[in-house]
């Protein structure tokens, strides 16, 4: 039983597409979060929630949209999706603020 | 400067060494520290946290944290060819979740 599972695991898409990567914790975790992976392997937060409500809000361009259903679930919606959108991005959750996190497998994001 | 830092590598160990994995933060007030390794193409995977100064040993893991000189490391006792991966630091940043990754140190464990 997967805990973190994201959808899809690859993404190819043409520049200005939008697309949407989604996300699923089995955990009981209250709070989950988003990660963008470039190529040079830096990991940098984008957004989190906690218990459906939005905590952290990076500077990120706002072709990005986050949406929380419920706590189990994270999904991210892109928009107008440009080649610097390229990277491997990550879920993950946590019970609170203090432990570390347990991530997803990843979603491989290439635009052409 | 960046908030966290490490020695990209590739770090090269002979299997059996002690592998030293090191960390630098920026932000003084930090208060929870972490040590994720990463397999190429997979995600990564916590190994270790430490909250106070000194040691935590887990296994052939050890994790020092020094405050006052805002360094944090990772030793890696007995070596193992699957111990080679890319190891993140991260460091919690305010009272919110949020973790501010370094950017990884490669190790590679030759047989």
């Known amino acids: 039983d997967t805990a973190v599972s994201q959808t899809p695991k690859y993404l190819v898409t043409q520049m200005g597409n939008d697309k949407s990567i989604k996300c699923e914790q089995n955990?009981?975790?209250?709070?989950m979060y988003w990660y963008k992976q470039d190529s040079k392997k830096f990991l940098k937060i984008m957004f989190s929630?906690?218990?459906?409500?939005?905590?952290i809000n990076e500077t990120v361009p706002n072709r990005f949209s986050p949406k929380s259903p419920d706590k189990a679930h994270l999904n991210l919606h892109i928009n107008s999706l440009e080649l610097g959108d390229s990277a491997v991005y990550f879920c993950a959750s946590s019970q609170g603020i203090l432990p570390g996190y347990t991530f997803g497998s990843g979603t491989r994001l290439t635009v052409v | 400067q960046k908030e966290v830092e490490q020695n990209s590598g590739p770090l090269s160990v002979p299997e059996g060494a002690i592998a030293s994995l090191n960390c630098t933060y920026s932000d003084r007030g930090s208060q929870s520290f972490f040590w994720y390794r990463q397999y190429s193409g997979k995600s990564p995977e916590l190994i270790m946290s430490?909250?106070?100064?000194g040691d935590k040993e887990d296994g052939r893991f050890t994790a020092q944290l020094n405050k006052a000189s805002q360094y944090v490391s990772l030793l890696i006792r007995d070596s193992q060819p699957s111990d080679s991966a890319t190891y993140l630091c991260a460091v919690r940043s305010g009272n919110t979740g949020k973790l501010i990754f370094g950017q990884g140190t490669t190790l590679q464990v030759k047989p």
């Open positions: 430490i909250y106070s100064n």
């Open positions: 955990l009981g975790h209250d709070t």
């Open positions: 929630y906690n218990n459906k409500e939005l905590i």
